[in-house]
């Protein structure tokens, strides 16, 4: 089981990032799939959930009306859309898949000007 995070970097507040997650060695639309984040020197937090097929979500009120969350299953693929980023926003995102005991390394995100 894998997961591999991209389409982390620098940005401006305000602006906007996509990261992606691709699975690989499980049955990708089984599984509800988490994004979570880590601030240095904080605990890692839930950013959200969607569904097997995406019919329902899950957000952090932090993150809620600026972020969106969505899975393509043909490609195995899960998506974080991030807009009008925050400095707070800073952080390693990861994507998980619990049921299968699996976590990605992460990507960094950093939302500074």
């Known amino acids: 089981v894998q997961l591999v995070e991209s389409g982390g970097g620098l940005v401006q507040p305000g602006g906007s990032l996509r990261l992606s997650c691709t699975a690989s060695?499980?049955?990708?639309?089984?599984?509800?799939m988490y994004w979570y984040r880590q601030a240095p020197g904080k605990e890692r937090e839930l950013v959200g959930n969607?569904?097997?097929?995406?019919?329902?979500?899950n957000y952090a009120d932090s993150v809620k009306d600026r972020f969106t969350i969505s899975r393509d299953n043909a490609k195995n693929t899960l998506y974080l859309q991030m807009n009008n980023l925050k400095p707070e926003d800073t952080a390693v995102y990861y994507c998980?898949?619990?049921?299968?005991?699996?976590w990605g390394q992460g990507t960094q995100v950093t939302v500074s000007s």
């Open positions: 969607i569904g097997r097929f995406g019919g329902t979500f």
């Open positions: 060695g499980f049955t990708f639309s089984s599984a509800t």
């Open positions: 998980a898949a619990p049921l299968f005991g699996s």
